[in-house]
């Protein structure tokens, strides 16, 4: 039988979606009242690679990551993921109309993958409590992050890659 271990802190990301990059920039400081500074972030990009969104945020949407500098217990990914949800319905859609201005999606990143919290359900899924599951969506092997075969499209990009790769060096050199 195997000894019970503690994992290490893990570093807490977000990919953020919005219309415009103030909106982006809003929810940064939503995040960073919540959890800490932010150490670093992805360039924005155009989200897209889906329609999801649309109705409830608008068209056009662009997207970013960021990570926090503050290491966080892996245990606590629901936790955040509920009050994430908390903190969209505060940040209203900059065109007036009813609905999200900004998606929050956390997650962490460790040594060895990118976990991602969700409150949908699905084959690949795990529960963790409290109507959240989490997924690991790539893993790292070979010397890079991989996706997996639900990985989400604008997590498969070089942009993403390169950023969850540099986000994972961060996690490293703080052990």
Same mark, same amino acid.
């Given at each position: 039988?195997?000894? +019970? %271990?503690?994992?290490? @802190?893990?570093?807490?990301?977000?990919? &953020?979606?919005?219309?415009?990059?103030?909106?982006?920039?809003?929810?940064?400081?939503?995040?960073?009242? %919540?959890?800490? /500074?932010?150490?670093?972030?992805?360039?924005?990009? /155009?989200?897209?690679?889906?329609?999801?969104?649309?109705?409830?945020?608008?068209?056009?949407?662009?997207?970013?990551?960021?990570?926090? %500098?503050?290491?966080?217990? @892996?245990? #606590? !990914?629901?936790? +955040?993921?509920?009050?994430? *949800?908390?903190?969209?319905?505060?940040?209203?859609?900059?065109?007036?109309?009813?609905?999200?201005?900004?998606?929050?999606?956390?997650?962490?990143? *460790?040594?060895?993958?990118?976990? !991602? #919290?969700?409150?949908?359900?699905?084959?690949? =899924?795990?529960?963790?409590?409290?109507?959240?599951?989490?997924?690991?969506?790539? &893993?790292?092997?070979?010397?890079?992050?991989?996706?997996? /075969?639900?990985?989400? /499209?604008?997590?498969?990009?070089?942009? #993403? !890659? #390169?950023?969850?790769?540099?986000? =994972?060096?961060?996690?490293?050199?703080?052990?």
């Amino acid at each position: 039988m195997g000894g +019970i %271990a503690v994992p290490e @802190p893990v570093k807490l990301v977000f990919a &953020i979606t919005g219309q415009t990059e103030a909106m982006l920039h809003r929810a940064v400081g939503r995040l960073e009242e %919540a959890f800490g /500074p932010v150490d670093s972030e992805s360039d924005i990009y /155009p989200f897209t690679f889906s329609e999801y969104y649309a109705t409830e945020m608008g068209s056009s949407l662009i997207k970013r990551f960021c990570s926090m %500098a503050t290491p966080v217990d @892996p245990e #606590a !990914l629901a936790d +955040i993921k509920l009050a994430s *949800n908390v903190m969209e319905c505060g940040l209203p859609r900059p065109d007036g109309l009813p609905g999200r201005g900004a998606n929050l999606d956390p997650g962490y990143v *460790n040594g060895a993958q990118l976990v !991602l #919290a969700t409150t949908k359900n699905y084959s690949h =899924r795990l529960y963790l409590g409290a109507g959240i599951f989490a997924e690991i969506t790539l &893993i790292y092997q070979r010397g890079g992050f991989q996706p997996m /075969p639900w990985t989400y /499209p604008d997590y498969r990009t070089e942009l #993403a !890659l #390169a950023y969850f790769e540099q986000v =994972r060096r961060l996690c490293l050199e703080r052990r």
